[in-house]
């Protein structure tokens, strides 16, 4: 109801802007309700008008940042347009992203929502917090979709067999009854893949060998932490 309320006061003041019938008896009746001339009336009308189609322009030209037709490129260091070390606020005169909380297995963190290119991306920061801290990064990205690009030109679709292939020694874990990996050349990069866990375990050391080949992408995690260092000291390629 608040939302039709303010799309109808938008549409009312930009039709008072035209010069119109309408608009002339509109003024005319506002000047006497108020006590305001009318050309005070129509001056004000005007700039807010101005500001409103301003305010649209820019929201538009955001959504067409991340409204991206082809796959969008993933990395440690950004996801699209947007960079991962940047404030939640500059990301947001990036793109649109709306604020909500990115469920973990056992705790729920504040976080803005994007959605680029078909990807949906949560940017969360581990804070016990019900909202984020805009003039802070987030700490844990979290991109779902298949429509992306990984490093050296790997499609986020990929199977394990070929993310392996192309990436080389990797470590992996059972967490929360999810099949988890990461590659050595990527610490800082999470994928959580489709793969029934208890055809996976147990891994012991190094070996992912289990994993069926076909395996996909479910999930990435981008994190600030770039755990498992070294266990990738003579991991197989």
């Known amino acids: 109801m608040r939302a039709l309320r303010r799309h109808t006061v938008v549409v009312l003041v930009l039709s008072l802007a035209v010069p119109t019938v309408f608009a002339r008896r509109a003024i005319a009746e506002i000047a006497v309700t108020t006590g305001i001339s009318e050309r005070d009336v129509r001056s004000r009308t005007t700039r807010i008008a101005g500001a409103v189609l301003q305010r649209a322009h820019s929201m538009v030209a955001l959504q067409s940042k991340c409204d991206m037709g082809g796959p969008v490129r993933i990395s440690p260091e950004s996801v699209g347009p947007l960079p991962v070390a940047a404030p939640l606020r500059q990301l947001l005169t990036i793109c649109p992203g709306v604020q909500t909380v990115r469920e973990a297995e056992e705790h729920a963190y504040p976080a803005v929502e994007f959605h680029v290119g078909g990807l949906t991306i949560l940017a969360s920061q581990t804070i016990e ?19 992306g690009i990984l ?30 990996v990461r590659f050595c050349k990527f610490p800082n990069m999470v994928l959580h893949l489709d793969a029934d866990y208890e055809t996976v375990r147990p891994i012991r050391g190094n070996d992912l060998s289990r994993i069926p080949s076909d395996s996909k992408i479910v999930r990435i995690l981008i994190t600030a932490w770039a755990f498992g260092r070294s266990r990738c000291v003579g991991a197989e390629g």
């Open 129 to 147: 917090s019900d909202s984020v801290k805009l003039d802070d990064p987030a700490d844990t990205w979290e991109v779902k979709g298949t429509n």
């Open 151 to 180: 490093p050296m030109g790997v499609p986020m679709s990929s199977r394990w067999a070929d993310l392996r292939r192309a990436y080389g020694a990797a470590i992996g874990d059972i967490v929360f009854d999810e099949v988890v």
